[in-house]
């Protein structure tokens, strides 16, 4: 009954943008810190983001930082990773994943911390 969709994913150039979805049902989501994960193939998962309902600053890999910018909708559950200015270093699949905290910390995006739930992910693609 719980479920973290993904979409918004896809091929773009560089120097383009996307605006990931990520619509979560079958827990209380404002209990939640939500987060954005991605990994490629063979390499380690990396986290991306990190946004609270309304406790505290977002959280952004120094990665992303200045290009994507992470959002939620409380009434509607669901959360979106706006990225822009998209380099072919950015493909990966991307994941959401949610953790019943209170605020964003570094600390979920090491190996071995149990998030709650995870999506099942979505495929961004940026070429040359």
């Known amino acids: 009954e719980v479920q973290l969709v993904e979409s918004g994913g896809g091929l773009v150039q560089a120097g383009g943008s996307l605006r990931l979805s990520c619509a979560a049902s079958g827990f209380t989501f404002d209990d939640y810190v939500m987060t954005w994960f991605r990994q490629v193939p063979g390499k380690e998962r990396e986290g991306v983001s990190c946004?609270?309902?309304?406790?505290?600053?977002?959280y952004y890999a120094d990665s992303v930082k200045g290009r994507f910018t992470v959002s939620s909708d409380n009434a509607e559950n669901t959360v979106y990773l706006q990225m822009n200015s998209l380099k072919p270093e950015d493909t990966a699949v991307y994941y959401c994943a949610a953790v019943r905290r209170t605020y964003c910390s570094t600390a979920y995006f090491r190996r071995g911390y149990g998030m709650d739930y995870w999506g099942k992910g979505t495929l961004v693609t940026v070429s040359s």
């Open positions: 946004i609270t309902n309304s406790h505290g600053s977002p």
